[in-house]
């Protein structure tokens, strides 16, 4: 924007933080993003105000996909009754995991079933559902 390029800046969820928009400022308007749906969910909600209360930096994209992970891990591990690598591997794709994204399902590969990814853009300072992202 700075060099007169009327293009919009897109990314995907690495930068899906308020610390791009607060750094951007206005340039970071009219951005587009990548990144699954975490603010409708009371799930991510709760876990978003949880970290915020533990930790001094605001929770951020990869927190979200590692807390989402690892809850995934834990259950499978919990159906499989083993840590063994190929019985929870095993179990992870019998599940449906409800996480903080909404319910994910992955295939007989490991791939994840569907798409948990919405489009995003910035408008007045914040991350906005974009009208194609529904």
Not at 70 to 99: F, L, P, Q, W, Y
Not at 102 to 117: L, N, Q, R
């Amino acid at each position: 924007k700075e060099n007169g390029i009327p293009i919009p800046f897109m990314s995907g969820d690495g930068v899906f933080h308020q610390e791009f928009i607060d750094k951007a400022g206005d340039k970071s308007e009219g951005s587009f993003f990548t990144f699954p749906d975490v603010y409708s969910s009371e799930a991510a909600k709760t876990f978003s105000a949880r970290y915020d209360q533990r930790f001094t930096r605001k929770v951020g994209p990869y927190s979200v996909y590692a807390y989402a992970a690892a809850n995934c891990v834990i259950e499978s591990m919990e159906k499989a009754g083993s840590a063994d690598g190929v019985a929870v591997a095993k179990a992870m794709r019998e599940m449906v995991h409800e996480t903080v994204f909404g319910p994910v399902e992955f295939d007989a590969k490991g791939d994840v079933k569907g798409s948990i990814y919405r489009i995003w853009t910035v408008q007045g300072g914040k991350f906005v559902l974009h009208e194609s992202g529904k």
